[in-house]
């Protein structure tokens, strides 16, 4: 792929420029004409240029708070009674993202080429989950585009907060680990070596604290290499025996049933099959159709095993509540206020409900790990680099014991 830059007119006589990545210049200049754009320039950059552009290009996300804000433009824009085109067009300038400025102007070319909007956004799948444009499409259907929009930016909006504060909450763990590696790291590879010279020329027996730090500094100094491509290995024989359908589906399965982080992960797959369904069914979604999108979006195999049983029982004419009452993994609580959504015909801001519990308690739940996480951390630290120097400082007490 090469980067082209462009200047063009568009038929207000507003100046407009920007890159474009493409194979050709005709591509480009074509694309550009399809936009209304009346050409003044278009020219390729140098090779180094287009591939560092590519790169960056291909490496760009889009965050969950950046899409919430371009959903709530957009639905704003669609109520305001603006076409559709052309609310996309006025978007492009509404964002700093260069990757979902381009995305944007892709989605406006296709619209103006008689798409919908769903079938355009099913193709930047890395922007647009299968849910989204599942709820795009049902409500293109049911001519809703607008409403449907702004509850979609309130949900996205509620995620990108909950996910703020849970990567908040793991700052201080990770810096204290980041520092953990760095001091024993640094002690190991230039402080000890020194002491170590010194207590072999000396030729003095080392106290046992000592000798197991000389042993292990000279090790990891001699063989570190061989750490390194068993560690290597170790990695490379995991990803290999989890691309197996068996092995995940049993250590996925273990990950739900482990004492402590296994009630945290069942909570928080329950609070993503709560949301996601929730918001396919206020879309309009039939729920049989719902479910089987909602299994599509998860991640874990158990837990998608367990959705396709929900998904069969209700097509054999079950309710949700009762299919799901069935399951392992899905909580008695969850299926009894799912069974009151069903009866008040409220299902889907039932489901939000209980998404939003979820992700209350999972909030809850990661904060006091994290707080006694720091705590457990800073002891830890302190035993290692505490026996660090008590296996330098020990010797050298011998030496003044014996000098005296």
């Known amino acids: ?135 795009i499409e049902a409500a293109e259907e049911s ?51 020194k002491f170590i010279d010194l207590f072999v020329t000396a030729n003095q027996k080392l106290p046992l604290p000592t000798e197991i730090l000389v042993g292990t500094t000279t090790f990891f100094r001699s063989f570190w290499w061989a750490f390194l491509l068993t560690a290597a290995g170790i990695t490379l024989l995991s990803v290999a025996a989890l691309r197996g359908e068996h092995v995940r589906l049993h250590l996925d399965g273990l990950l739900l049933r482990l ?32 479910v089987e999108t909602t299994r599509g979006t998860t991640v874990n195999r158990a837990f998608s095993t367990e959705i396709a049983n929900i998904g069969e029982a209700i097509m054999d004419g079950s309710t949700l509540a009762n299919a799901i009452r069935q399951q392992q993994y899905f909580s008695e609580i969850a299926s009894n206020i799912i069974a009151i959504g069903e009866d008040t015909g409220t299902l889907p801001e039932m489901l939000l409900e209980v998404a939003e519990m979820y992700d209350q308690e999972c909030e809850s739940a990661i904060g006091s790990m994290t707080n006694l996480l720091g705590p457990v951390m800073i002891v830890i630290l302190g035993l290692i680099i505490g026996f660090v120097v008590m296996a330098i400082l020990l010797p050298v007490f011998e030496t003044s014991t014996m000098v005296g």
Not at 48 to 74: D, Y
Not at 170 to 179: A, G, H, N, R
């Open 143 to 193: 001519g809703t585009l607008a409403e449907t929009l702004s509850i979609l930016s309130e949900q996205l909006k509620a995620k990108a907060s909950v996910n703020a504060r849970i990567k908040g909450a793991m700052v201080y763990p990770i810096f204290l680990l980041v520092v953990s590696a760095v001091v024993v790291t640094v002690l190991t590879a230039f402080v000890v070596p």
């Open 1 to 135: 792929m090469l980067n082209f830059t462009f200047k063009a007119k568009t038929d207000e006589g507003t100046l407009v420029s920007g890159d474009m990545l493409a194979d050709r210049r005709e591509t480009v200049v074509n694309a550009l004409r399809q936009k209304g754009y009346h050409l003044l320039s278009v020219e390729e950059q140098s090779r180094l240029l287009s591939i560092f552009r590519a790169a960056e290009l291909l490496s760009n996300r889009v965050s969950v708070r950046e899409r919430a804000i371009f959903t709530h433009q957009l639905a704003t824009l669609l109520r305001a009674g603006m076409r559709l085109s052309v609310a996309l067009k006025t978007l492009t300038t509404q964002t700093q993202n260069k990757y979902l400025i381009s995305v944007i102007e892709q989605l406006r070319t296709d619209i103006e080429q008689s798409s919908s909007l769903s079938r355009a956004m099913a193709k930047h799948p890395r922007v647009f989950s299968k849910v989204y444009t599942a709820i």
């Open 259 to 290: 004492p402590v982080i296994g009630t945290l992960n069942r909570k928080l797959q329950l609070a993503r099959f709560s949301r996601t369904l929730g918001s396919l069914l206020n879309g309009g979604v039939r729920i049989v159709s719902a």
